[in-house]
């Protein structure tokens, strides 16, 4: 069982650079491809980005293309997601979640969830 623990979420003023981490518990972690995922106010919840097991592989949604970077770091179990030029739509509630198969838009190939962490942007 993985168990997923999201955190670096707060106000962040629109232009912000925050820095989201992923700290995972369990089992062969690093064998696992992990996306982030964000769910706005009364909204779905959307993939943003995605990493594979190795790294060798991310993914990204159009509009976080250039302004998002996934990172892992095996040895400490955690995947971030580093948010620059941040802006108000990009408010919700982010999730990263790991998957054992490397399918990264496919929500209901995710195994594991975390809680969640707020993300704010103010303009």
């Known amino acids: 069982q993985v168990q997923l623990v999201e955190s670096g979420g707060g106000l962040v003023q629109a232009g912000g650079s925050p820095r989201l981490s992923c700290a995972a518990s369990g089992p062969a972690f690093s064998s696992y491809a992990v996306g982030w995922f964000r769910q706005a106010p009364g909204k779905e919840r959307d993939f943003v980005a995605a990493i594979s097991w190795s790294a060798g592989n991310t993914y990204y949604i159009d509009s976080v293309k250039g302004r998002f970077t996934i990172s892992r770091d095996n040895a400490k179990n955690t995947v971030y997601l580093q948010m620059n030029s941040l802006k108000p739509e990009d408010t919700a509630v982010y999730y990263c979640?790991?998957?054992?198969?490397?399918?990264?838009?496919?929500?209901?190939?995710?195994?594991?969830w975390g809680q969640g962490t707020q993300v704010t942007v103010s303009s």
């Open positions: 979640a790991a998957a054992q198969i490397w399918v990264p838009t496919a929500t209901v190939e995710y195994n594991y």
